[in-house]
């Protein structure tokens, strides 16, 4: 939801700041801007479309300076165009500023100026800030940006650039993403990490509300009391490559491969001889009484499959929320009870203000996140990190299914502390979680050509139903979603003996069903409801590890794998994955930037 970016040193900054704003494109990408400073003025580039709209328009006509900063959009206010993008001047366009996150009070401060004289060139949020700086300054423009800070409310993360700044420029969150990113007599700004791996690997994360001061040779932090402050230092592990293509025709299919070593980092020093060992989480499962998860999208979907283990081995009530329920709807959550939130990038409003509403409710609060020292990480009683490592295409595999590796590690973890599951079946759980990696990748290369070859034949489908029972329906869920928001065919996910009240209307001749039976206790019950739409005309892609059970009712089969019956999601998953993959590039989709969609959702 807008990827923000900035430098100084002494190298030319418009390059870097385009560079950067590549690996950040994942963020939002309807425009993009950039404003370098040349020691005398901001000059500021900016074009609606891709990154590369931007590129042509700075080709040949590159702003020159060492000091800048850039912006991938997300539209929220205001329609994608070139007025509308970032960076925004102020009146006199002294200042520029690039921004991440809502100004939610910037209709008032919009009167406000303009009681003052002041006019707008674009219908944006930002504008309000570069507006209001200029406003405030006064020549010190620590002053200046305090007191800008007092005046908005909202998330931010915000680079800043003013004229008589020669080489300096001034960065700020709040709610939103920031690292500073410390070279040799040069320093970065982003919105995560990869985007400024080729540069550095040190960083520092501004802490909320804190004031960045960052020039080439130094980075000056400073706190709400206005008081300078020392910054922990964090080296990142992370590969210069993590954001990298890596010979894939599109990060998402790159991402399909990597769940199996995805997996491997998530659970494999946590399966340990002495139990189940959640890194320094204290968490006692006796004491529980309740469990709430609170997720959005896919992360709402590994919550699902995480709600049908936790309950059938630690017998812990749990109920799933989509967050941006959970934090209106009054939930009845005490301090006896768990709120698990699940986010893949720590940073979606919806889950963030879930996690407020939890903590609120004197809930602990345990977050599952892949992004490290993201908000949601960092606002949460205890963290359960899923090493999935950098995902950049917006639809999200590695993500999810590395939640699901982390369930499945809380659940058991539980079940142990009650005493709930006989040792046996913690034996045959553990060892199949422990061997899912070797497994899944196995299963990816098997499943590929199965996944083409159906892609082939329904990619010009209109619409697709995906039912299932228990957790296969969790799995449908996800399944439609993945094919959705790829390929932009309609599609929707029943639980397959909910159809037959009323949207089996919808199914006729050559309908597109996905049906799938992996749970053993559940497939002669998912079988007759499959039987169901066939007779109705539909045609079935059946997803199973019991093929001889059902591919009398079906067109087509996707085969699953023999593994425990509790880890079958992961692969109805990938084997999901691959079949919206290989149907979006039939169809020539955007697959890692799909329309209207941004990678993370920080905004209500
Ligand atoms: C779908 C997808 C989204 C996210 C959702 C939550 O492919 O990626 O549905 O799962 O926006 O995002 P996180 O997990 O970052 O909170």
Redesign the pocket.
């Known amino acids: 939801m807008c990827g923000i970016v900035g430098y100084t040193g002494k190298r030319p900054a418009a390059p870097i700041l385009i560079d950067g704003l590549g690996r950040l494109e994942y963020r939002g990408y309807d425009s993009s801007g950039i404003a370098v400073s040349d020691g005398k003025k901001v000059n500021v580039i900016k074009a609606k479309g891709r990154l590369f709209e931007l590129e042509k328009r700075i080709s040949g006509a590159s702003p020159e300076g060492f000091c800048g900063i850039g912006h991938t959009r997300w539209a929220t206010h205001g329609k994608p165009s070139d007025e509308n993008s970032h960076p925004h001047y102020s009146r006199d366009k002294s200042f520029a500023v690039v921004h991440n996150g809502i100004i939610e009070n910037y209709l008032d401060l919009r009167e406000f100026l303009t009681e003052r004289g002041f006019t707008f060139r674009s219908e944006t949020d930002t504008e309000i800030v570069a507006m209001l700086l200029e406003y405030y300054y006064n020549g010190n423009m620590l002053e200046t940006i305090i007191k800008m800070r007092n005046k908005i409310k909202g998330s931010y993360a915000l680079g800043i650039l003013h004229e008589n700044e020669n080489g300096v420029f001034y960065a700020m969150r709040k709610d939103s993403p920031l690292v500073i990113g410390l070279g040799e007599n040069e320093n970065f700004i982003a919105s995560d990490i990869p985007a400024v791996l080729p540069y550095t690997r040190r960083f520092i994360i501004p802490d909320e509300q804190e004031v960045a001061v960052i020039s080439p040779d130094g980075v000056t932090v400073y706190n709400r009391n206005r008081e300078q402050v020392n910054k922990q230092i964090t080296v990142s592990d992370l590969s210069a490559d993590a954001a990298e293509k890596d010979g894939f025709a599109h990060f998402m299919l790159k991402e399909i491969y990597e769940q199996p070593g995805a997996i491997k980092k998530t659970v494999h020093d946590r399966i340990t001889p002495d139990g189940i060992k959640l890194d320094r989480i204290k968490l006692d499962g006796k004491k529980i009484r309740k469990i709430f998860i609170a997720?959005?999208?896919?992360?709402y979907h590994a919550g699902a499959v995480g709600k049908y283990f936790i309950e059938k081995y630690a017998r812990i009530e749990t109920e799933i929320d989509l967050a941006s329920e959970f934090r209106y709807r009054d939930p009845i959550v005490g301090d006896d009870c768990l709120t698990v939130i699940?986010?893949?990038?720590?940073?979606?409003a919806d889950?963030l203000a879930a996690l407020r509403e939890a903590k609120r409710l004197k809930s602990r609060v345990l977050a599952i996140v892949n992004v490290v020292d993201s908000i949601i990480a960092r606002e949460a009683d205890d963290v359960l990190y899923t090493r999935a490592g950098p995902e950049i295409a917006?639809?999200?595999t590695k993500?999810?299914t590395t939640q699901l590796a982390a369930l499945y590690l809380l659940g058991l973890k539980l079940a142990r502390d009650r005493e709930t599951i006989p040792q046996s079946e913690y034996d045959g759980i553990t060892s199949a979680v422990e061997k899912l990696p070797e497994l899944l990748s196995a299963f990816i290369d098997e499943v590929n050509p199965a996944a083409q070859y159906l892609a082939g034949k329904y990619y010009p489908a209109n619409d697709a139903y995906f039912i299932g029972r228990g957790a296969d329906w969790s799995a449908a869920l996800e399944g439609a979603?993945?094919l959705k928001?790829i390929s932009y065919i309609h599609a929707e996910a029943y639980a397959a003996g909910e159809l037959k009240h009323g949207t089996i209307s919808l199914i006729e001749k050559n309908s597109l069903v996905i049906g799938i039976a992996a749970d053993p206790a559940l497939r002669e019950k998912t079988l007759s409801n499959i039987k169901e739409v066939r007779s109705r005309g539909a045609a079935v892609i059946g997803v199973t590890d019991s093929p001889d059970a059902i591919k009398a009712e079906c067109d087509e089969l996707m085969v699953l794998p023999a593994t425990h019956p509790a880890l079958t999601p992961v692969f109805t998953a990938a084997a999901l994955q691959l079949f919206a993959y290989y149907v979006a590039a039939a169809r020539g989709g955007d697959i890692d930037k799909p329309r209207n969609l941004a990678?993370?959702?920080t905004v209500e």
Request: one cysteine or more; charged letters at 15%; aromatic letters at 4%.
């Open positions: 997720a959005c999208g896919s992360a699940i986010s893949q990038s720590g940073e979606t889950s917006v639809a999200t993500g999810y979603l993945k928001e990678k993370s959702v």
